[in-house]
């Protein structure tokens, strides 16, 4: 097994050691609703199954995957319900007089966003065509073809000669292959490579 295909398939063992243990908090948020109580959004894996078994309600499945991920899965907090809050936008004007809109102390980030979207965007599909032809060297001319390009502002040196654009996606390809692969089992690059659908 090559580093890349290693690389691969520890990424994909974790995506499903996440799933596992998203599954078994969301089974023991579940039982808490059920039975009236107060649901702990910030539950944790480890008082999921703890939850589940005061409750005869782990099976010998779910107690074999703790016994063998205790140790070694992030635990992260489970969510009940997502609060869409509405950014405030801003008005101001410029010493000169003239009327801005900004978005505040979201300012940064939006334009982090704006800047890093073309990113996120290449490295998800990047990840959907590796997991479905298994081969980097097939990932920019994949890509390529359907008319992606490496981010704007991205160059690379080749032989005293600069590439920009989708003659740079290659090199952009190889310098990022560490990202694409941690992405391969995630919701995009699925719905990407298998046509699952993005819930």
């Known amino acids: 097994m090559t580093d890349v295909e290693h690389q691969g398939e520890q990424a994909r063992r974790r995506e499903e050691q996440m799933r596992q243990a998203a599954a078994l908090m969301q089974r023991a ?11 702990n959004n910030a539950m944790t894996l480890r008082e999921a199954v703890k939850r589940l078994r005061t409750a005869g309600k782990l099976s010998e499945e779910g107690e074999r995957f703790f016994e063998r991920v205790k140790d ?14 509405e950014i405030s936008l801003h008005g101001d004007k410029t010493p ?48 390529g073809g359907a008319g992606f390009q490496a981010p704007l502002g991205y160059e690379a040196e080749d032989e005293n000669d600069y590439a920009f654009g ?27 490579a298998r046509g699952e659908t993005l819930e």
């Open 29 to 39: 948020q579940d039982l808490d609703r059920k039975e009236g109580k107060p649901v």
């Open 72 to 85: 070694t899965v992030v635990e992260i907090p489970a969510t009940e319900k997502i609060e869409h809050e």
């Open 96 to 143: 000169e007089g003239h009327f801005y809109a900004h978005f505040g102390e979201h300012d940064e980030l939006i334009d982090r966003l704006e800047t890093y979207y073309e990113y996120a965007l290449l490295t998800a599909a990047a990840a959907g065509v590796y997991s479905k032809t298994g081969s980097l060297d097939t990932v920019a001319s994949t890509l």
């Open 166 to 192: 989708k003659e740079a996606l290659p090199f952009w390809i190889e310098e990022n292959c560490n990202r694409i692969l941690g992405l391969i089992d995630s919701p995009p690059a699925k719905a990407i």
